[in-house]
């Protein structure tokens, strides 16, 4: 069972205390990135000017954006996956069905050099015989 943490972060400049099963490296690393997106809002014109409920708005929206952007980043990366496990499973296929023929040929190749072998005995059984006629 996992162990519940705590941990102590700076978010907005004030101290705020998060629990859960995460490590305390990723609050830090939460708060971290909460901060972050409330400098970037801070350097746009006219918002420090807004009400308080505003910027926790505009904040969650902003979170939000990020959040649909990396899920639809994440689909795609999925569906890449996806893509590329069946063209792996393809090419798998394929270089099975083609060992398959290499053996096969591999195999045909070997009889014919047994037939040739056999041709070539009969061919000189028959050159001898030929000789033999002759003289």
Avoid: C, W
Wanted: aromatic share 6%; proline share 1%; charged share 35%.
């Amino acid at each position: 069972m996992a162990v519940k943490n705590t941990a102590q972060v700076v978010i907005g400049g004030k101290i705020v205390t998060l629990g859960g099963y995460e490590s305390e490296e990723y609050f830090q690393k939460v708060a971290s990135y909460m901060n972050n997106k409330i400098a970037e809002l801070s350097q746009l014109p006219g918002y420090s000017r807004q009400p308080m409920e505003t910027k926790h708005t505009l904040l969650s929206l902003n979170i939000s954006d990020d959040y649909f952007k990396a899920r639809k980043q994440a689909e795609i990366f999925e569906q890449d996956l996806r893509q590329k496990d069946q063209e792996m499973y393809d090419l798998k296929h394929e270089l099975i069905t083609l060992r398959m023929q290499i053996e096969e040929a591999e195999k045909q190749v070997k009889e014919m050099q047994g037939q040739k072998s056999l041709l070539e005995g009969k061919v000189d059984e028959l050159e001898k015989e030929l000789d033999e006629l002759l003289k």
